[in-house]
């Protein structure tokens, strides 16, 4: 068995390479050893700002030896190609959210890596980070007794006022349930274990959209997923949420609260490392906040620990089989949406979830030697 570091190349360099070549390059048991893009100069100045000694198009970072993980930032539908090639290259492979557009993609994926012994890893990890990992043990200590239901709702008016090229997120494999959904239904298995059954409704506010920002600013793009989607989920262990993913609010809100028999929890932002975790017991009056405790590492914390785990041969939390289930759940949500049928749909089988991070995990603390 190998030892030391843990060799990663990193395939897409847009706009969130950045947070993950950052933290990557920061944590003594990974070396990030190349940087691929379709666009080879957008690969170069990456590589040379993060000082990344290999940048190229994939098949180049696939031929180091060395590259043991490759980290796929690529658009959705790139990322079941992309997974493929890494892991037909030998390569573990950690993939940001979805983990493919399709779930038929993903189980080839997962079948295919588990033929040659490979992991699989994928986004999103925000749910390792302090804030929700607090949350959990709260949920599990008991602090709010049994847990009965959860509400969730992320709103807003979509990403192009900011992002300078946001057409991607909105074809499929993206919108709101594809592309922020994730960090709430993974935080939400990470609760309460694996959906069973979902009811859902689902629409397009705009037909077409337009860039605000950036060299492609007043462009105009057309809108081919839902934008407004509320779901009903259904849990194997009896709790059950409530929640809606919008770009269409022109009232911002985020929302996650946990509702127990003793009290309830109110978690935070899962699209983020931290906290604060609020806590209000049946009776009281006021909300009482919790430490938060745990690593506001960052993006690449998942990557990270499935490092860890290919060299002691542990599980790792952000794992492939959780993306998987997470994936059909949102397929089983659209599929509800456009059947106009509220009879709840059967996701898969149950997913355990996954174990907090022990207490005193530390990223920063060289464990591979």
Same mark, same amino acid.
Not at 19 to 24: G, H, P, S, V
């Given at each position: 068995?190998?030892?030391?570091?843990?060799g990663?190349?990193?395939?897409?360099?847009?706009?969130?390479?950045d947070?993950?070549?950052?933290?990557?390059t920061d944590?003594?048991d990974?070396r990030?050893?190349? =940087?691929?893009? +379709?666009? $080879?100069?957008?690969?170069?100045?990456a590589?040379?700002?993060?000082?990344? !000694?290999? *940048? %190229?198009? @994939?098949?180049?970072?696939?031929?180091?030896?060395?590259?043991?993980?490759?980290?796929?930032?690529?658009?959705?539908?790139?990322?079941?190609?992309?997974?493929?090639?890494?892991?037909?290259?030998?390569?573990?492979?950690?993939?940001?959210?979805?983990?493919?557009?399709?779930?038929?993609?993903?189980?080839?994926?997962?079948?295919?890596?588990?033929?040659?012994?490979?992991l699989?890893?994928?986004?999103?990890?925000?749910?390792?980070?302090?804030?929700?990992?607090?949350?959990?043990?709260?949920?599990?200590?008991?602090?709010?007794?049994t847990?009965?239901?959860?509400?969730?709702? =992320?709103?807003? +008016?979509? $990403?192009e006022?900011?992002?300078?090229?946001?057409a991607?997120?909105?074809? !499929?494999? *993206? %919108?709101? @349930?594809?592309?922020?959904?994730?960090?709430?239904?993974?935080?939400?298995?990470?609760?309460?274990?694996?959906?069973?059954?979902?009811?859902a409704?689902?629409?397009?506010?705009?037909?077409?959209?337009?860039?605000?920002?950036g060299?492609?600013?007043?462009?105009?793009?057309?809108?081919?997923?839902?934008?407004?989607?509320?779901?009903?989920?259904?849990f194997?262990?009896?709790?059950?949420?409530?929640?809606?993913?919008?770009?269409?609010?022109?009232?911002?809100?985020i929302?996650?609260?946990?509702?127990?028999?003793?009290?309830?929890l109110?978690?935070?932002d899962?699209?983020?490392?931290?906290g604060?975790?609020?806590?209000?017991?049946?009776?009281?009056?006021?909300?009482?906040?919790? !430490?938060?405790? %745990?690593?506001?590492?960052?993006?690449?914390?998942?990557?990270?620990?499935?490092?860890?785990?290919?060299?002691?041969?542990?599980?790792?939390?952000?794992?492939?089989?959780?993306?998987?289930?997470?994936?059909?759940?949102?397929?089983?949500?659209?599929?509800?949406?456009?059947?106009?049928?509220?009879?709840?749909?059967?996701?898969?089988?149950?997913?355990?979830?996954?174990?907090?991070?022990p207490?005193?995990w530390?990223?920063?603390?060289?464990?591979?030697?």
């Open positions: 068995m190998s030892t030391g570091p843990v990663v190349a990193v395939v897409g360099a847009g706009v969130i390479s947070a993950y070549l950052t933290a990557l944590f003594p990974v990030v050893l190349g =940087v691929a893009d +379709l666009d $080879p100069e957008r690969a170069t100045r590589a040379a700002k993060h000082e990344v !000694p290999v *940048a %190229g198009d @994939l098949d180049t970072v696939l031929a180091v030896p060395e590259v043991e993980i490759v980290v796929n930032l690529t658009v959705p539908a790139a990322h079941a190609q992309v997974a493929m090639a890494a892991v037909e290259a030998g390569k573990h492979i950690y993939g940001e959210k979805p983990l493919t557009t399709e779930p038929a993609e993903g189980e080839r994926l997962l079948a295919a890596a588990a033929e040659r012994g490979l699989v890893g994928n986004a999103p990890d925000t749910f390792l980070g302090a804030g929700i990992q607090t949350a959990l043990r709260a949920v599990r200590s008991g602090q709010i007794g847990p009965i239901a959860a509400h969730t709702a =992320v709103q807003s +008016l979509g $990403p006022g900011w992002h300078p090229d946001p991607f997120f909105y074809q !499929p494999g *993206a %919108g709101p @349930l594809y592309d922020i959904g994730p960090y709430y239904l993974t935080s939400l298995v990470a609760l309460f274990g694996g959906v069973s059954r979902v009811a409704a689902a629409r397009r506010g705009r037909d077409r959209r337009t860039t605000g920002s060299p492609k600013a007043g462009e105009e793009f057309p809108v081919d997923v839902p934008t407004h989607v509320s779901a009903l989920l259904e194997h262990s009896g709790p059950s949420a409530a929640s809606v993913f919008s770009f269409d609010s022109a009232i911002p809100r929302m996650f609260e946990v509702i127990g028999s003793e009290g309830a109110a978690v935070p899962p699209n983020t490392f931290t604060p975790v609020r806590v209000r017991s049946h009776g009281a009056e006021e909300w009482s906040e919790l !430490p938060v405790t %745990g690593t506001t590492a960052g993006r690449g914390i998942g990557v990270l620990e499935m490092a860890r785990a290919v060299r002691t041969g542990e599980p790792h939390r952000a794992s492939g089989e959780l993306a998987l289930h997470v994936l059909h759940t949102m397929a089983a949500v659209i599929d509800s949406a456009e059947a106009h049928s509220f009879t709840s749909e059967t996701v898969n089988t149950p997913l355990p979830a996954p174990p907090p991070l207490e005193g530390d990223p920063y603390a060289a464990e591979l030697g």
